[in-house]
């Protein structure tokens, strides 16, 4: 029964995950509130038999409130999505905006902070969403029953905050939590025979990469236009509605170019190294990496934190270029045919992807860190490029262009085909640690509502009192 629970356990960890991009992306959890005197409104009498509900607090936790409102929207939000509902009872639902609740609660209570500039980012990036939705803000603001634009916009930043905290919180809990080889292996022994997954049909997959050569004429325009908007910004300009008009990141462009970051996060050195050189309010002169040329404005420093924002612009690739690059990526496949070379020797000696040119040109799985694909799980494009190769076949000159539109030319090959199969903890290592990991979060998890519930005022009121919850949120 091991993995059936677990099985259990992963669908509504999922859900979860999806109620809370749901509910973070289209802003449905209500603002944050400090309790004052509560009172309750009782349903209003029509006839025998028939009650009105009036809107009224069905929930206290900490100094956050939720209404009975709020599970109405959460239901209209999803359906709205094109999610189904009819098997989310507002017991369910209920439950999930209380863990949002005590999430950004005692977020609140770890001096987790969420920066005003980070908010405002947040801020513009959801509405000009709604507004490509509904065509025109006055239209959102009549949805959510406001008054004004900047009514709206002080009780959206509330909700944003709200959101932000829970995630943080979250993200907080998780990472904490590591697995020893020693746990993997006793969850993996616990598993009945019978009852051992079935990983589906994958790939190991190779590639060599060869990148346009960008004339140096075309850098210096780059740079002289990141120069100007440099100067146009210390002479008081704002940074991130430059971002937003001219930065060609699409992870933060939306945002102003904000982005917050350590030493650990992954971005690459050359980043890292200028953003953690700068003091507050400096601006970086433009500065190179492999998606083009950068500048940087720091916001603020805390501690080994940095907060900032950048702006992304890379070099246009001309014809000739990209012609060029095309000739010599055939060179290198006539000479793979030909037996000249290896695929793995070609790609370490002539290939311009450093990520993946030391190992042979072995590609690695973003989603498990291993060099696995599962064929049903597999990213679209990639999926589109070797679902019809044979073994040892080598693809034709293939063009790619990734998110930030940088171009270039590649070749693709099959280095392994894994048949589906009952799980191998030897050959399957790497999920096996995935899937006993994500046990040990949901775990940690649970473990830290039995605890946080006990330390936090909580309040729940009416029918919601005989509601089975997943957390002890009745404390009986």
Known sequence: MLLKKLQLKTIDYKLVLTMCFLFFFNSIISAQEIIKDTVIQKPVQLKTGQKQKVDGIIANVGDYIVLDSDI?????????QGGSVK???????????LEDKLYAHQAIQDSIVVSDAEI???MDDRLNYMIQQVGDINKVVAYYKKNSVEEFKTYFSDILKEQKLASEMTKKIVDAVEITPEEVRNFFKKIPKEELPTFG????VAQIVVEPKVSAEDEQKVKDRLNAIRKDVLEGSSFATKAVLYS???????????YKMTRKTPFVKEFKDVAFSLGEGEISEPFKTNFGYHIIMVDKIKGQE??????????TVSETALKDAKERITNIRNKIENKEITFAEAARTESDEKETRANGGTLINPNTQDTRFELTKMDPTLYSQVSNLKDNEISQPVLNTDDKGKKTYKLITITNRIDAHTADYAKDYTKIKELALKEKQITTISKWFDTKIKDTYIKIIGEYRDCNFVYNWLKK
């Open 248 to 258: 060609q990141d699409p992870g933060s462009s939306p945002n102003g170019g904000f």
């Open 306 to 315: 940095v907060e900032l924002r950048h702006i992304l612009i890379a070099p």
């Open 201 to 204: 049909a994958e790939m190991e």
């Open 120 to 122: 405002r980012g947040m």
């Open 72 to 80: 109405d929207k959460a239901y209209l939000e999803i359906s709205a």
């Open 87 to 97: 098997d989310i009872t507002r017991c369910q639902m209920l439950g999930k905006l």
